[in-house]
């Protein structure tokens, strides 16, 4: 069962447990609940609400990540459970001691993955992949050669026009991007720590003060989703761009979790593509298997389904 990502954003939102449900009460709107085991990511967005412990403590045992984002909308932190595979420990051990090499390949096979994942977005506004598609294929283990950065330098001018920039701290379509980008982190860090995996110890990203460094990591080849998603919002580079602030852009970012991408063989929600991408990773940092399942190509079903909330 694909679970839910619910984001709370009504002022003075107060959330409880009662009975294994979520219980929700708003001012102004009828009290609801939410059963608990359906929800994979929670998102607060209420400078005002109010918890009880037991929210936290019934989210988290459930395999629930919770998020609390600041008053300019973008997480500023998340809780995820910490017992959340029966083999946790012989994981972790196999993860701290996979050699250097491995690292690099896996790293090898992230950025080919987001590369061409890169070239598929270009190619469906542009009708060309901007020499990308080629690119993706000369990543070499652990990317010396820095491709990663080269395609990038490509694709951001030709996707959202020649004077785009991408900054972490900038509005408009970055701010967009930036919220996209950090609620798939989440559900990334998710998967990652339900494989049994340290989400801190990274196989590229390595920042002493970034507890997220593999699911950094991950997050590489699933990024071109949510830039696919705020082309489709924003359209031509002149165009209007959606507002943060506004209810409706958020849930259009958060519906990307159940678009229907290809993994491998198979078809299957986003959502699910990142836990079967952090299984796959945790089978080659473990030695395992060394071939990671990967997203491959657009969302095959561009309708919105009923797998987000916002209350």
């Known amino acids: 069962m694909i679970r839910k990502t619910v984001e709370f954003s009504t002022p003075g939102t107060r959330l409880s447990v009662a009975h294994r449900q979520l ?4 001012p102004d ?9 359906d929800l994979g990511v929670v998102i607060v967005d209420d400078v005002r609400a109010q918890y009880t412990q037991a929210v936290f403590l019934e989210l988290l045992s459930a395999g629930a990540t919770v998020m609390v984002t600041g008053r300019d909308h973008l997480p500023v932190g998340m809780m995820l459970p910490l017992d959340a595979h029966h083999v946790q420990t012989e994981r972790h051990r196999a993860q701290v001691e996979a050699s250097e090499p491995t690292k690099k390949r896996v790293w090898q096979a992230l950025i080919r993955a987001k590369i061409a994942q890169q070239g598929a977005v270009l190619s469906h506004f542009t009708g060309k992949h901007g020499g ?5 294929r000369r990543v070499r283990s652990g990317d010396p050669g820095n491709l990663e950065a080269q395609a990038a330098q490509r694709y951001w001018p030709r996707l959202f026009g020649s004077e785009f920039r991408r900054d972490r701290h900038a509005d408009g379509v970055n701010a967009l991007l930036n919220y996209g980008y950090a609620v798939v982190r989440a559900a990334a860090a998710r998967a990652v720590v339900a494989s049994g995996l340290i989400p801190s110890l990274g196989v590229f990203h390595s920042n002493r003060s970034n507890p997220f460094c593999l699911a950094d990591d991950l997050l590489e080849p699933f990024r071109p989703y949510v830039d696919w998603r705020v082309k489709l ?3 031509e580079p002149d165009g209007d ?8 852009t958020r849930g259009a970012l958060l519906s990307l979790f159940n678009e229907t ?18 299984a796959s990773l945790c089978r080659a940092l473990t030695g395992v298997d060394g071939k990671l399942v990967l997203p491959e190509g657009l969302p095959l079903e561009p309708d919105l389904l009923d797998g987000e909330a916002l209350v």
């Open 132 to 136: 990308l598609a080629p690119m993706a």
């Open 29 to 37: 709107h009828p009290k609801a609940t939410l059963p608990i085991e």
């Open 261 to 278: 991408v290809l993994v491998g063989d198979r078809r299957m929600p986003l959502l699910l593509a990142l836990h079967a991408g952090a």
């Open 241 to 248: 761009v959606p507002v943060l602030d506004d209810r409706p």
């Open 23 to 26: 219980v929700v009460e708003r």
């Open 233 to 235: 919002m924003v359209g």
